[in-house]
């Protein structure tokens, strides 16, 4: 089956620093990248979704020039949390998918804490 | 924003015992899956059932759906201590992201 990764599996940050998080697609070529962000003990919230070569489309309410999506090929974008404080600590989880196809294959995630 | 609802939130059972949840959602759908997850970790894929299909079974897991009322239910039958985890129902639309409910924690004592 489509395998999805994430790294780093966890990061520790301090306030103000910027974090970049890499979801890569390993066996498969992912047109859509979809970028989740949980936080504890609460569902997965979509945050953007992520087109190849496009820019990201992000959803009400998430910061786009907080969180910088960039997918520059076709088997990784990445989401770069800048200027991170503790309040964005969460996990941190990607999906993706091929062009027209109803699965989606999600990466193990990505835990940040920021101190 | 989140479609799906979940209902229990939260369920306790004995081993061997059968647990339903059950989720809502609000629009039109093409899939509806369930995902589970165990406490700090990934999600694990476990069915996905199209709008056109009303019944989908998994081993010990039993998917019910029914667009009239839009509303699906996930079945584990004689559980185990291992099914011990959040689960959580997730709609979308062709092409789409997921859009995921509140999930039901489901613990199973020996």
């Known amino acids: 089956g489509a395998v999805v990764s994430q790294h780093p599996s966890r990061v520790i940050c301090k306030s103000g620093t910027s974090v970049k998080i890499e979801c890569r697609s390993l066996d498969f070529q992912a047109t859509t990248m979809f970028w989740y962000r949980q936080f504890p003990k609460q569902s997965l919230m979509l945050m953007a979704t992520s087109n190849e070569g496009s820019k990201a489309t992000y959803e009400q309410g998430v910061e786009k020039d907080k969180f910088l999506i960039n997918h520059a090929s076709l088997t990784l974008s990445t989401l770069t949390v800048t200027s991170a404080h503790p309040e964005d600590s969460s996990f941190y989880i990607c999906?993706?998918?091929?062009?027209?196809?109803?699965?989606?294959?999600f990466g193990p995630g990505t835990r940040l804490t920021v101190l | 924003s989140q479609q799906g609802e979940e209902d229990p939130q939260a369920l306790s059972i004995q081993e061997g015992e059968n647990a339903t949840m059950n989720c809502s959602y609000k629009?039109?759908?093409?899939?509806l899956q369930w995902y589970r997850q165990n406490s700090g970790r990934g999600l694990v894929h476990l069915i996905l059932?199209?709008?056109?299909?009303r019944e989908k079974h998994s081993g010990r897991l039993r998917v019910t759906l029914d667009t009239s009322k839009k509303s699906s239910s996930l079945l584990i039958t004689a559980s185990r201590a291992a099914d011990t985890a959040s689960y959580f129902c997730a709609t979308d639309q062709a092409g789409t992201a997921l859009i995921f409910g509140k999930g039901t924690t489901l613990s199973v004592s020996s």
């Open positions: 059932i199209r709008s056109n299909e």
């Open positions: 629009t039109s759908i093409n899939n």
């Open positions: 999906s993706a998918s091929l062009a027209g196809a109803d699965t989606q294959y």
